[in-house]
């Protein structure tokens, strides 16, 4: 691997080119700052390409009117699963 040298002289650094580091580099840049985004990753997006952006909301009333199961030990289940202890 080569080794770069970087001269770069900014307001702002942001790592991370997802939801939350765009945010963060678009808004520092609307007021003025100078702004670097870097991501370690072939694309941006972050987990937020993965999820496409979308929010679950375990046993909600829309999907129980539309007819969906999801029951409220099953999303505990599911989420403990994701984050255990």
């Known amino acids: 691997m080569t080794q770069q040298i970087w001269d770069v002289e900014t307001d702002v650094i942001v790592v991370g ?6 945010a963060a580099a678009i808004t520092a840049a609307r007021t003025g700052a100078s702004v670097l985004l870097l991501e370690k990753a ?6 937020t390409s993965k999820s496409g952006g979308t929010i679950w909301v375990p046993n909600n009333s829309f999907m129980r009117a ?20």
Not at 66 to 84: H, K, T
């Open 17 to 22: 080119a997802g939801a939350a580091g765009f």
């Open 42 to 47: 072939g694309m941006p997006g972050g987990t």
């Open 66 to 85: 539309a007819g969906f199961e999801d029951s409220r030990d099953d999303a505990l289940r599911y989420i403990s699963s994701v984050f255990p202890r």
